[in-house]
């Protein structure tokens, strides 16, 4: 697989994260434009672990997914009176003051004859974890993947289970969950935390992937494209934010050719998407035939595997 | 002390400039009940049919100024039209997104057609600035603040005492009941969105002719500080959005002033952030109900 | 999905999450636990390189570079590796990247020559891919402008845009 595609793929699996955690706030109902703030905080934790506290690559992740999650948790408090448009920007806020914040700060350490550390808004240089470690470009596609896959079988998982109708239930109508006996501040604090942590793996991620972060990087068009992606790719199930990542970034890379045009072309079409799919491509709808679907055609497989049996009485 | 009232005075003056980006901003959520994110983008288009007409022809203020607000009335149909009516009553969430997505168009279509990073404006006043005792107030500021004023007492006009804006505060109210009194909602939104539009070109012709130049981050620029503004002195509320800019301007310039410009960035958005979580409402806006319809 | 659980099934239910939650972290942890023997090999062993980047404008939005590779500690030019040139647009990570390039080697040793087309004015970062005898990666931030390549300093919270 040559260099670049690794590189583009690389670059699908890492944004996801944060598309992910986009959508899973979404299913609570609530619009979140700030989730590139744990995404960020995810990439300096473990990257400051990495480079300048020797740590592994494991521990690293965990480490900035822990601190992330934390800072969700911590932000989804005062935040829990605020609904709709007053949340959304509240997180928007929230975000900036955090990519701000990274602006401000400064933690460097001498190693080797050489400052090493976040430095404020020449961000953080050097996360070489992967080339000491001589870890290649496949391997470290194969990990972010692998983490992707673990995330995505959680999500999946969740949606079937009683938390994830718990979820879309708040999402669809808060009183009326809360009038069913389900505690809504604690599960939407707890969907937030969830979310922080998603967005926190895959910053730290993203830091050991381009060795480079700058708080530039995180700032409100990606929080805006990270719910964007849920959007355009489908509401409906956890694929949906992967296949929004898919269509932007691959379809950006593919549609070179006309470079200079590429925004032009793809912001018509997403609005004009959304015009006919204002849930996104895999809304619920089309998820729904497609169960009903699959269930039908088991059905029937198995009803034609039964017949033998039916007919020697 | 001397510096601190220096710093209120222009605080005053930039903020009437955010104060009118706000209004803009509070008509289009008035009546749609959605956020327009392309709001800003669209105004940066109009300045740089601004830029152009000064470039190219050499025109003077008044002319630019009314190419800025054309040019921003056209963005702002556009975005109307492509994001906000079609759309169905609930999918206020696409609607945003649907803005976000035009917002990078418009971003990429003014960067094509205008590649460099900045391009002059014709300045508003090129007289020194007048002197009262020890504060300084340039002209430019002071030409900005009363356009400003007098664009703001326009609105209130034309919202308090004109059958249009009546129409307009029916449909802000209960657009379902302004419906059923047989007011034409979609065209009264349209028309909202193209006076919307002019308020923000007219303010973004004076910020840019204050700073005499216009680059393609202004787009965001706008529209971050619209936001703030309206949020901070109250979500749908028109006078609130007067007030609310001149609360950020004057917030800023001193933050600016004593801090520098990263800390100004800061305060804006921890007073956002702290008025949201304290006061959602904001200074003098109404109690907040579900912003955005039940979900869809 | 919305149907109502009956206890006991719903008992059996919690259990298997659990079980699949149970899975699915094992499965986490074994991929990360798969990468530490990675790490351990090798820790110092590696050559770190630097470069010097100098760019000049050819024709419209595209750009002749000349990169220096050598050994950061020992400052001996690098040569013979295959230098690919990659460029990111700081404020929007996945967009408006370029397409790699491959740099060709000059006549002195560790200097490479490059052109770029970029997509638009402004702060880019040059991501420079080292693989062969020696495997690294330069960031250089530099600002694209239609007459002249100089270094970009971020700046902090923009003059009001």
Redesign the interface.
């Known amino acids: 697989m040559d260099d670049y595609l690794i590189g583009v793929l690389s670059n699908i699996g890492v944004i996801s994260f944060v598309a992910l955690s986009a959508y899973l706030l979404l299913l609570t109902g609530e619009i979140s434009f700030g989730q590139q703030a744990f995404f960020a905080i995810g990439a300096y934790a473990a990257g400051i672990a990495t480079a300048l506290w020797g740590w592994s690559l494991a521990a690293a992740l965990v480490w900035g997914a822990a601190v992330s999650g934390g800072a969700a948790l911590l932000v989804g408090v005062p935040t829990l009176r605020l609904h709709g448009l007053y949340f959304a920007i509240a997180t928007l806020a929230f975000a900036e003051m955090v990519r701000i914040l990274f602006e401000l700060f400064r933690y460097q350490i001498s190693i080797d004859g050489e400052l090493i550390g976040p430095n404020g808004t020449d961000g953080f240089r050097n996360i070489r974890y992967i080339f000491d470690h001589n870890i290649d470009a496949f391997q470290f596609l194969l990990l972010i993947y692998s983490l992707l896959a673990a995330a995505m079988l959680g999500l999946l998982l969740l949606e079937r289970s009683r938390l994830g109708v718990i979820f879309r239930m708040i999402g669809q109508d808060e009183t009326l969950a809360e009038l069913q006996g389900i505690p809504v501040a604690r599960r939407k604090v707890l969907a937030a935390g969830i979310a922080g942590t998603l967005a926190g793996i895959g910053g730290g991620l993203y830091a050991h992937l381009t060795t480079y972060v700058e708080p530039r990087i995180f700032d409100i068009m990606l929080g805006v494209h990270s719910l964007a992606y849920g959007l355009i790719g489908g509401l409906g199930t956890a694929f949906g934010p992967l296949l929004g990542v898919l269509i932007d970034i691959g379809l950006l890379e593919s549609i070179r050719a006309l470079a200079g045009y590429r925004m032009i072309i793809f912001g018509g079409l997403v609005a004009l998407l959304l015009i006919v799919r204002p849930r996104g491509l895999l809304d619920e709808m089309v998820v729904h035939k497609i169960g009903r679907g699959w269930r039908r055609v088991s059905l029937w497989a198995r009803r034609s595997s039964l017949k033998p049996r039916g007919n020697s009485a | 002390m001397i510096d601190l009232v220096q710093n209120t005075l222009d605080g005053v003056m930039i903020g009437s400039s955010y104060g009118l980006l706000a209004l803009g901003f509070t008509l289009i959520f008035g009546v749609m009940r959605r956020l327009d994110l392309a709001y800003g983008p669209s105004i940066m288009i109009g300045g740089y049919f601004g830029t152009v007409l000064y470039l190219y022809y050499g025109a003077g203020p008044l002319a630019v100024a009314s190419a800025v607000v054309l040019g921003a009335v056209i963005a702002g149909i556009y975005v109307e039209r492509l994001c906000f009516a079609p759309m169905k009553a609930g999918a206020a969430i696409a609607s945003m997104v649907s803005s976000f997505a035009i917002w990078m168009q418009l971003e990429q279509a003014a960067i094509l057609v205008l590649p460099r990073h900045t391009y002059p404006f014709p300045p508003l006043a090129t007289v020194a600035p007048l002197e009262f005792g020890p504060f300084l107030v340039r002209v430019d500021h002071l030409i900005m603040l009363v356009c400003a004023l007098a664009l703001a007492a326009a609105v209130h006009l034309a919202l308090y005492h004109t059958r249009f804006g009546l129409a307009l505060r029916a449909i802000i109210g209960s657009p379902v009941a302004a419906h059923l009194v047989g007011i034409n909602v979609r065209t009264a939104v349209l028309l909202t969105f193209a006076g919307a539009s002019a308020v923000g070109g007219a303010a973004g012709f004076l910020v840019l002719a204050v700073d005499q130049q216009v680059t393609p981050m202004f787009g965001m620029w706008a529209t971050l500080k619209g936001l703030i503004a309206m949020m901070i002195g109250g979500l749908g509320s028109v006078p609130g959005a007067v007030v609310g800019g001149l609360l950020l301007g004057i917030v800023e310039v001193n933050s600016q002033w004593y801090f520098g410009p990263q800390i100004r960035d800061l305060v804006a958005y921890v007073v956002l952030f702290a008025f949201l979580v304290v006061r959602p409402r904001g200074l003098l806006g109404r109690a907040p109900e579900p912003a955005m319809p039940p979900k869809a | ?2 149907t109502a ?1 009956k206890p006991e099934t ?1 008992g059996k ?2 259990l298997s ?1 659990w079980r ?2 149970v899975k ?1 972290a094992t ?2 942890i074994a ?3 798969m ?2 023997p ?7 062993a ?1 050559i ?1 390189a630097k470069a010097d980047v100098s760019c000049q404008p050819a024709e419209k ?1 595209q750009y002749d570079c000349i990169i220096k590779l050598a050994n950061a500690r020992t400052s001996e030019p690098l040569s013979g590796l295959t230098l ?1 040139v ?1 460029a ?1 647009m ?6 408006h990247n370029m ?2 390039v491959k740099a060709t080697e000059e006549q002195d040793k560790g200097t490479y020559r490059a052109r770029i087309a970029l ?4 702060d880019w ?1 040059l ?1 420079l ?1 080292l ?1 062969g005898t020696v ?3 330069v ?1 250089k931030l530099l600002r694209f ?2 007459d002249r390549v100089g270094e970009a ?9």
Not at chain 3, 38 to 44: M, Q, S, T, V
Not at chain 3, 153 to 161: E, V
């Open positions: 999905m919305g659980v719903e239910q919690r999450d699949m939650a699915s499965y986490v991929t990360l636990a990468l530490a990675c790490g351990l090999e090798n820790a110092h590696q770190r939005l690919t990659g990111d700081p404020s929007m990570p996945a967009a397409r790699p997509e638009m004015y402004g970062a991501r891919e693989s495997r690294d990666r960031v402008e239609s300093t971020p700046a902090p919270g923009r003059h009001r845009h």
